[in-house]
């Protein structure tokens, strides 16, 4: 069963617009999640986290929430940048254990 | 700090063939986990090893082994290779209480 979803495969923005990822989950043990940003025969590069204890977290151009009750977080990037255009996974994770990862999203960024 | 490395980065093997892929964490990480990333299935985690014990063990068969040396170094092994075993593996490390995994480069590994 998938309890990390990202249900739009692919996204398009223009540069310098807001790119709004999003992820969904269903195990409610999770209490740890974050983003992370994949480019082709490289591995994932973490982006940001977020504890199941907050709503809210930012990094420069990054700010994820979670909506805890709808049991959905977001990674907002503003503003897109060309470089920005890679795979982007969401992952979760219950006491650090093993991270259960979507299937990642495409994102382009159209300059 | 260096990052993840893993070696080596490609690999093509037969079916039936075993493989081992290293890995060596980031400088003062003691947990070291493997993934393996396929088209079909994802990311998938396979093991964590933390301090020379595997701490948790994911759902692959037990062709799939591993090991982590005294100096947190990682080796992962897979016997009588099959085609669906074609794939990117991966590991990551961290801090053995943290919650953010650094990833590696990858090991992409062609069974003919």
């Known amino acids: 069963d998938q309890q990390v979803k990202q249900n739009s495969p692919s996204l398009s923005v223009q540069e310098g617009r807001i790119s709004i990822l999003n992820c969904d989950y269903t195990?409610?043990?999770?209490?740890?999640f974050l983003w992370y940003k994949k480019y082709p025969a490289e591995g994932p590069t973490f982006l940001i986290s977020i504890s199941s204890i907050k709503d809210k977290n930012e990094d420069g151009r990054f700010t994820v929430f979670l909506n805890k009750s709808a049991k959905h977080l977001s990674l907002h990037i503003v503003p897109s940048q060309p470089g920005d255009s890679a795979v982007y996974f969401c992952?979760?994770?219950?006491?650090?254990?093993?991270?259960?990862f979507g299937a990642g999203t495409i994102l382009r960024v159209k300059s | 700090k260096a990052g993840v490395t893993q070696t080596p980065r490609y690999l093509i093997k037969t079916r039936g063939q075993q493989v081992t892929l290293s890995c060596s964490p980031i400088s003062g990480h003691r947990s070291v986990s493997w993934y393996q990333q396929t088209p079909g299935q994802g990311l998938q985690f396979l093991f964590e090893?933390?301090?020379?014990?595997?701490?948790n063990k994911g759902n692959f068969p037990g062709r799939f082994s591993g090991r982590q040396f005294s100096n947190s170094r990682s080796e992962m092994n897979v016997s009588t290779l099959e085609l669906g075993d074609s794939a990117l593996y991966l590991c990551?490390?961290?801090?053995?209480?943290?919650?953010?995994?650094?990833f590696g480069p990858g090991t992409r590994l062609t069974v003919l």
């Open positions: 992952a979760a994770t219950v006491y650090g254990n093993k991270l259960v």
């Open positions: 990551a490390s961290k801090q053995g209480a943290g919650n953010e995994q650094f």
């Open positions: 090893y933390f301090s020379e014990t595997q701490r």
């Open positions: 195990n409610s043990m999770f209490d740890y």
